[in-house]
């Protein structure tokens, strides 16, 4: 096992996948951006996703929309998961019209939700029995880094898995961590930065919201803070929303009521205190309870600007 590879992106790899039939489930942000980066690669693409604006986006650049997961994966050798979390993966995998029964034999599906280790591990003992491989494989980098093919994947699995798997995550991704040879792994590690990112959404949110309290030019606290000891990837990625008043969900604040969800539900059940995420996730949770849940995760300073009477950019009083 190697504990870590940063992918060279002109490799062999990249020539293994040209012409090589990938599916991509699920064309949101993420989804998307990846389907664009293997297409880039010079693989076919096919994709699903229910929205019409997606499979859109997918023609844009000559993928191959399909009506069901299981039409886009069928015969294909790897299939790419991008969608929201364990229960997603389960109805894509094992649904009616699921990739499951549809992939090739000894194909290769990589899972991209964040879960609890324990779904990647069942989603995975499922899969096998049925002769196909299952990759771990949480994403970070946001949306950005997804179409630059330059995300970073957290993955676990077989040493097949990774083989099969290996050109298509070229194509996806500037950073490969390969943590283990079982499946719940990489999603273990993923939990862990996923409660890092909600715990600094949170703090940079109240850090800017408090910033206006003051009277302070909010443009001028971005740039200070972001050049000082108290700048986080989080504060520098998430405050800029804020400045421009702008809240399209490049991730939503529902995805971290899940993740912090999953988190506190793993802390609880090893007798762990987690105050700190515990904290964030109500802040996320007050956030979605005030309209938001769809909204840009960057949401929770409007939360504080409510609760103080103030208004950011982009809100009336």
């Known amino acids: 096992m190697i504990p870590g590879e940063v992918i060279a992106k002109d490799g062999a790899n990249g020539a293994e996948c040209a012409g090589q039939e990938v599916a991509v489930i699920g064309l949101g942000s993420m989804g998307i ?3 664009a980066s293997l297409a880039r690669a010079g693989a076919v693409v096919s994709g699903f996703d229910p929205q019409p604006a997606a499979t859109a986006r997918l023609k844009a650049f000559g ?25 997603q993966t389960e109805d894509v995998l094992f ?15 990589i899972s991209c939700a964040t879960m609890a280790p324990e779904r990647a591990r069942a989603l995975s003992g499922r899969l096998e029995q049925m002769g196909k491989l299952f990759l771990d494989a949480p994403i970070s980098g946001g949306s950005k880094r ?16 990774f083989e099969r798997a290996a050109p298509a995550l070229e194509a996806m991704a500037a950073t490969l961590y390969r943590l283990g040879d079982a499946p719940g792994q990489a999603a273990a590690f993923k939990m862990v930065n996923q409660l890092l990112a909600g715990v600094h959404i949170a703090a940079a949110s109240e850090a800017i919201t408090f910033a206006s309290r003051e009277g302070l030019d909010l443009a ?13 990837w989080m504060f520098e990625n998430r405050i800029p929303h804020v400045l421009e008043g702008d809240y399209t969900p490049h991730s939503a604040v529902s995805i971290f009521v899940k993740d912090l969800g999953i988190v506190m539900d793993m802390a609880r059940s090893r007798s762990f205190p987690v ?41 009336a009083r």
């Open 95 to 109: 649904g009616p019209d699921g990739c499951a029964a549809a992939m090739a034999e000894g194909g290769v599906f």
């Open 146 to 161: 997804a179409a630059e093919g330059a995300l970073t994947v957290l993955a676990s699995g077989a040493p097949e898995a």
């Open 275 to 315: 105050p700190m995420a515990g904290a964030a996730l109500q802040m996320f949770l007050m956030t979605a309870a005030a309209g938001m849940a769809a909204d840009d995760d960057a949401s929770v300073a409007r939360l504080y600007a409510q609760v103080a009477d103030l208004a950011l950019p982009g809100m």
């Open 220 to 232: 001028k606290v971005y740039e200070v803070i972001s050049k000082s000891a108290g700048n986080s």
């Open 33 to 35: 951006g990846m389907a």
């Open 63 to 87: 993928g191959l929309p399909a009506a069901a997961p299981a039409a886009a994966a069928s015969g294909k050798r790897v299939v790419v998961s991008v969608v929201v979390n364990a229960d």
